[in-house]
Nanobody, 124 residues
Framework: QVQLVESGGGVVQAGDSLRLSCAASGGAFSNYAMGWFRQAPGKEREFVAGITRSGGNTWYADSMKGRFTISRDNAKNTVHLQMNSLKPEDTAAYFC?????????????????WGQGTQVSVSS
């Protein structure tokens, strides 16, 4: 059983940056591919970024490419999401998720464990 706790959300202005963190416990973190998802009110949960369990490969949703960077530190059981050039449309609750696989996936249904989320609000 893996427990995930996100942190780092907040209220920022358009163009600002935020760094989200996700701390994992209760399992062998390096066995899991990790993903970040987000969900805005009234919308479905959408894929943001994913990283292999080794950290050697990453994927991004098209609208995040060039602005967001996912990384992980297996020694510290953490995964991060650096978000730059934030836009009002990035406003959402952000969730980290763990998948018992070497590779991340784009569907939330493919992840076994979820954090409780952290809110990001971007004003124009």
């Amino acid at each position: 059983q893996v427990q995930l706790v996100e942190s780092g959300g907040g209220v920022v202005q358009a163009g600002d940056s935020l760094r989200l963190s996700c701390a994992a416990s209760g399992g062998a973190f390096s066995n899991y591919a990790m993903g970040w998802f987000r969900q805005a009110p009234g919308k479905e949960r959408e894929f943001v970024a994913g990283i292999t369990r080794s950290g050697g490969n990453t994927w991004y949703a098209d609208s995040m490419k060039g602005r967001f960077t996912i990384s992980r530190d297996n020694a510290k059981n953490t995964v991060h999401l650096q978000m730059n050039s934030l836009k009002p449309e990035d406003t959402a609750a952000y969730f980290c998720a763990a998948r018992n696989s070497g590779w991340p996936a784009g569907s939330p249904n493919d992840y076994e464990y979820w954090g409780q989320g952290t809110q990001v609000s971007v004003s124009s």
